[in-house]
Nanobody, 126 residues
């Protein structure tokens, strides 16, 4: 088990920034790739960003590329998601997840992640 707890969500205005954090428990955090997904009201959960276990590779959804940076600190068992230039369409519950994707395409797939946090709400006002 890899308990995950997200934080950092909140209400921001269009154009603002947020840094989401996801803290993991246990000693195996550094062996997992980490992903961020989001789910807007009435919509399916979608991929946002992911980072390899060592931090050497990162992947982004087209909708956030250029506005978003995923990073991790394995010494602190924490993964971060910095989102800039926030838009109302970024409003969603953001989830972090831990898994073991192998191929590049796997990082984008929800079913490649085994452990999930409870989510943190991000609301962007227009």
């Amino acid at each position: 088990q890899v308990p995950l707890v997200e934080s950092g969500g909140g209400l921001v205005q269009t154009g603002g920034s947020l840094r989401l954090s996801c803290a993991a428990s246990g000693r195996t955090f550094s062996t997992y790739a980490m992903g961020w997904f989001r789910q807007a009201p009435g919509k399916e959960r979608e991929f946002v960003a992911a980072i390899s276990w060592g931090g050497g590779a990162s992947y982004y959804a087209a909708s956030v590329k250029g506005r978003c940076t995923i990073s991790r600190d394995n010494a602190l068992n924490t993964v971060y998601l910095q989102i800039n230039s926030l838009k109302p369409e970024d409003t969603a519950v953001y989830f972090c997840a831990a898994g073991s994707p192998y191929y590049t395409r796997d990082y984008y797939r929800e079913n490649m992640y085994d452990y999930w946090g409870q989510g943190t709400q991000v609301t962007v006002s227009s």
